[in-house]
């Protein structure tokens, strides 16, 4: 089966040309000069199965979404998306690879937090995934497991300085896991947020009446996020551990980030849209009729929407621009309101912590390229190449070239996106967190391994056509 894409601008990370792109099976096979393939050219016409025409829109590598949590029970209930909801809104959307997160719990055998996840998600997902392992619980029986991973295609792993109880690894900990992952090449993720002053800030404002989700944003201050990721990075430094941050939303925290890299070490970090677009005064602050000041659940995220008085969304974009930061993801965690979210009515400590977002990313970053924020190639390096490269993908997605995967998105940048409830909504979820939010852009066409999923509005992806994804290790280190 092959497919001929032509007469559209590719774009990739390093430049962006005019090129027809031929696809056979599930590989990219070729990049041709426009006409190159026509009547009486050299090579003569090449009779493709599938012929797209690509005028005036952009044809770029498929999303990488290294970070998604489909399913993941939190807070006495799970998020709303199942890996075929979710990969489903991903195909919607552009994104054609996600990384979700297997979970150990203290107490749980890592094996069988990671054989779990596989059930979840073996024959269900639209799009190719791959994992990440959470270590939940760090002892001498999880450390000894982690030595597995690598051969199971899992070669980064995620702690967590927040969630006492539920998630959270203290310092000597950390350094336990540190040092084992410096020795098996292991990438540490990092969830920075100093979480048992986080409760105890959270405990001082319930106590004083002041309940509702716009203080969820209160108690989780920035000097949570800014202390927690220093500490992060020393122990890193200390045990020459990789180091990468995930959804850094303060600008202090990206100070930090940039100190690091300043002096060549291995540290590196993800913002999310959320970070850029949202804020604590207009999101968690929100009021409506139907809920009045709980409005701002939709929102509940850590970590948590920041000022916008303060400036944390102009330092996430110039964050991005000058590669102190590396990457978006979308942290997709999704709940709706009507019986999850309203668990934490009277006490926002209780609202499941979520915003889902996956099918929206590649939209929302595009904007960014509209008005100036990012320019074209930075677009797709932030979305699909770095998330490739940082977590051992790259040259199978992330890039059009021959060889790669054929993950392709059309896009048409004369195209327009409304988002919300009654528009662009594929997610699993009774509202939307981007509700009014509109896009000078538009996905026009979603191929995964050669296989269209989207096109003409229409979605004909499956169930069971993603594959599992055994990732070799960092490709982005120093």
Known sequence: MTTLIKNGTVVN????????????????????????????????????????DAAG???????????????????GTNASDTFETGTRAAAWGGTTTIIDFAVQRTGERVEDGLAAWHAKADGNCAVDYGFHQIIGGVDEFSLKSMETLVAEGITSYK??????????????????????????????MMHAENGPAIDVLAEQLVNQGKTDPYYHGIARAWQMEEEATHRAIMLADLTGAPL???????????????????????????????????????????????????????????????SRAEGHQDAMWQA??????????????????????????????????????????MDLMYQGVVTGEITLERWVEL????????????????????????????????????????????????????EGFEIDGSVDVVLSRGSVLVQDGAYSG?????????????????
Not at 17 to 28: F, M, P, Q, R, Y
Not at 252 to 268: M, P
Not at 397 to 421: C, E, F, L, Q, R
């Open 13 to 52: 990370a390093t430049g962006a040309h005019a090129a027809d792109v031929l696809v056979d099976g599930e590989k990219i096979v070729a990049l041709l000069s426009p006409g190159s393939n026509a009547p009486g050219s050299i090579l003569g016409t090449i009779d493709a199965d599938t012929v797209i």
């Open 57 to 75: 829109k952009y044809v770029i590598p498929g999303g990488v979404d290294a970070h998604t949590h489909m399913e993941l029970p939190f807070g």
């Open 159 to 188: 702690l967590f300085m927040a969630y006492p109880g539920v998630f959270y690894s203290d310092d000597a900990q950390i350094l336990q896991a540190m040092q084992k992952a410096a020795d098996l090449g292991l990438l540490t």
């Open 244 to 306: 990468y941050v995930v959804h850094v939303s303060a600008k202090q925290a990206v100070e930090q980030l940039a100190w690091a890299r300043d002096r060549g070490k291995n540290v590196f970090g993800e913002t999310c849209p959320q970070y850029l677009y949202l804020s604590l005064e207009e999101q968690l602050g929100a009021r409506s009729d139907e809920f009045g000041a709980f409005e701002g659940a939709k929102w509940v995220c850590s970590t948590p929407l920041r």
């Open 320 to 361: 991005l621009r000058t590669n102190d930061l590396q990457m978006v993801s979308t942290d997709h965690c999704p709940f709706c309101m009507k019986e999850q979210k309203e668990l934490g009515l009277g006490d926002f400590r209780a609202i499941p912590n979520g915003i889902g977002s996956i099918e929206h990313r």
């Open 383 to 434: 979305t699909s190449t770095t998330p490739a490269r940082m977590f051992g993908l790259y040259g199978q997605k992330g890039v059009i070239a021959p060889g790669a995967d054929a993950d392709i998105v059309v896009y048409d940048p004369h195209g327009h996106t409304s988002i919300g409830i009654d528009g662009k909504h594929h997610m699993n979820m009774d509202h939307s967190a981007w």
């Open 462 to 478: 499956r169930p069971g056509h993603g594959k599992y994804l055994k990732r070799g290790l960092s490709q982005y280190l120093i």
